[in-house]
């Protein structure tokens, strides 16, 4: 007899797995509360490394079935998600994504299925890095600063340095100028 698991993630802590197991028995699964795994961890984190999800493959058998929402509950790159979905076929266990019709991933037409989707979504992954350094670099260009503010404006960095160069001691420059010894010393380390 085979025993139905589903694996239920979210990214982070401020979401909730609640809709997932709700879809999932919505579709007609029932699954005990012991065999749906839930964990928050990022989608970018490789399915094996995650411990719910590793847990999870111990315990599955030949014959079990695992149940998930959608595509990216497993990971967001297409070689993890394959890689799981082959690993838990070699093993002997079907694994069904319910965004997709319910379709079995390790069957032919879910493997085809499911290598197109892994793909256009790396695929717009991919846009959406190129978008966002294309504008990080637009923005350079047009004068904009990445990163923390300076803590000492030129001229205090100009005054600072007078002052260690007069002697003065870290501490006090840094007393001096309400900031930090270590403001201070990697002042004096760029000179």
């Known amino acids: 007899m ?16 609640d809709n997932q197991v709700q879809e999932i028995k919505n ?11 839930t964990e928050t961890i990022s989608g970018s984190v490789a ?5 719910g999800f590793a847990k999870l ?8 079935v695992l149940v998930v929402t959608k595509l990216d509950r497993l990971g967001r790159n297409a070689m993890d998600v394959r890689a799981s979905v082959e690993r838990l076929e070699g093993m ?3 694994v069904h ?5 319910g379709v079995d991933l390790t069957s032919a037409a879910g493997k085809m299925t499911m290598g197109v989707l892994a793909a256009v979504a790396e695929f717009e992954r991919d846009l959406l890095i190129e978008r966002t350094l294309a504008g990080q670099e637009r923005a350079r260009k047009d004068g904009v600063a ?3 503010p300076l803590a000492l404006s030129e001229d205090q960095r100009t005054a600072a340095l007078a002052q260690l160069a007069a002697g003065a ?12 010894r270590q403001t201070i010393m990697r002042l004096r380390g760029t000179n």
């Not at 085979?2 to 797995?17: D, K, L, P």
């Not at 399915?47 to 411990?51: D, F, I, N, P």
């Not at 315990?59 to 079990?64: P, S």
């Not at 840094?174 to 900031?179: G, I, L, P, S, V």
């Open 27 to 37: 579709a007609g699964f029932t699954i005990t509360e012991a065999r749906t795994i």
């Open 97 to 101: 994504c319910l965004a997709l019709g």
């Open 2 to 17: 085979s025993r139905v698991f589903a694996y239920c993630r979210v990214s982070t802590e401020s979401q909730t797995t």
């Open 57 to 64: 493959v111990d315990r599955m058998e030949v014959g079990d």
């Open 92 to 94: 002997g266990v079907r």
């Open 47 to 51: 399915a094996m490394e995650r411990k």
């Open 169 to 180: 001691a870290v501490a006090a420059v840094a007393r001096a100028f309400k900031t930090s």
């Open 146 to 148: 990445f990163g923390r």
